[in-house]
T-cell receptor, first 114, second 112 residues
Framework: EAGVTQSPTHLIKTRGQQATLRCSPISGHTSVYWYQQALGLGLQFLLWYDEGEERNRGNFPPRFSGRQFPNYSSELNVNALELEDSALYLC?????????????FGPGTRLTVL | DAKTTQPTSMDCAEGRAANLPCNHSTISGNEYVYWYRQIHSQGPQYIIHGLKNNETNEMASLIITEDRKSSTLILPHATLRDTAVYYCIVRVATGTASKLTFGTGTRLQVTL
C-alpha cells in the first residue's frame, strides 16, 4: 500500500515569493493534516482538511492557506514568504483503516527561503 | 489535549530493551495515549496507542498505569535503527480535536 506522498522534496524560494506544497494521502483516507517543523521549534500543527473542508487551524497567519481537492489530495500555499518560514513541512493523512485517528506522515517538503 | 512530560534524552545498548516513560497526569477519561517517533529529517511514524489496557504490536509494547497518569513505551530489543525522537501524545481519538500536539519528545540514542 502506497504511503503519503509529498512534492516537491525540496523547494527554494526568496522572500516575498509564494510557495505551493502538495500532498497525496493514503488511498481511502479523507483527512489531511499539515504540520510545520522549523529548526528548534518542534512540530507545529498548521491545518486540517477533511472531506474538502478546513476543520481546524493552528496558530499561523492567514498567508498560510490550503485546500483539499475532490480526490482528497491537498495543497498548502504560503504567500509573502518570510525567512522564518524555512522549515520541513509535513503532511499526514487519516481516515478509513485508521479508526482511532492514527495519522500517517509523508516524508515532508523542505522549504528554504533566502 | 492533556500535556505530557518526557525525559529529554535516553541511551540504550543495542539488543537491550528501551523503556521510554511518559507522564500525563491530567489525562481525561476519553483521551488515548499515542506514541510516534521521528527518525532524523523524516516524517513521524505512528508506533502504538492505547486507552487503559496494555497494548502490543510488532513494533512495541505500551504499558499504561492503572490510574492512567503515566505510561511506558517498550522497544523489546532496540537496534541502531531505533535511534530517533519519540513523542508521547495524549488526545481524543475522534472529533474536531484531531490534531496532534507534539511536545519535545525523548531523543533515544541506541549504541553498540
Amino acid at each position: 500500500e502506497a504511503g503519503v506522498t509529498q512534492s516537491p522534496t525540496h523547494l527554494i524560494k526568496t522572500r516575498g515569493q509564494q510557495a505551493t506544497l502538495r500532498c497525496s494521502p493514503i488511498s481511502g483516507h479523507t483527512s489531511v493534516y499539515w504540520y510545520q517543523q522549523a529548526l528548534g521549534l518542534g512540530l507545529q500543527f498548521l491545518l486540517w482538511y477533511d472531506e474538502g473542508e478546513e476543520r481546524n487551524r493552528g496558530n499561523f497567519p492567514p498567508r498560510f492557506s490550503g485546500r483539499q481537492f475532490p480526490n482528497y489530495s491537498s495543497e498548502l500555499n504560503v504567500n509573502a514568504l518570510e525567512l522564518e518560514d524555512s522549515a520541513l513541512y509535513l503532511c499526514a493523512s487519516s481516515g478509513e483503516g485508521a479508526p482511532y485517528n492514527e495519522q500517517f506522515f509523508g516524508p515532508g517538503t523542505r522549504l528554504t527561503v533566502l | 489535549d492533556a500535556k505530557t512530560t518526557q525525559p529529554t534524552s535516553m541511551d540504550c545498548a543495542e539488543g537491550r530493551a528501551a523503556n521510554l516513560p511518559c507522564n500525563h497526569s491530567t489525562i481525561s477519561g476519553n483521551e488515548y495515549v499515542y506514541w510516534y517517533r521521528q527518525i532524523h529529517s523524516q516524517g513521524p511514524q505512528y508506533i502504538i496507542h492505547g486507552l487503559k489496557n496494555n497494548e502490543t504490536n510488532e513494533m512495541a509494547s505500551l504499558i499504561i498505569t492503572e490510574d492512567r497518569k503515566s505510561s511506558t513505551l517498550i522497544l523489546p530489543h532496540a537496534t541502531l535503527r531505533d535511534t530517533a525522537v519519540y513523542y508521547c501524545i495524549v488526545r481524543v481519538a475522534t472529533g474536531t480535536a484531531s490534531k496532534l500536539t507534539f511536545g519535545t519528545g525523548t531523543r533515544l540514542q541506541v549504541t553498540l
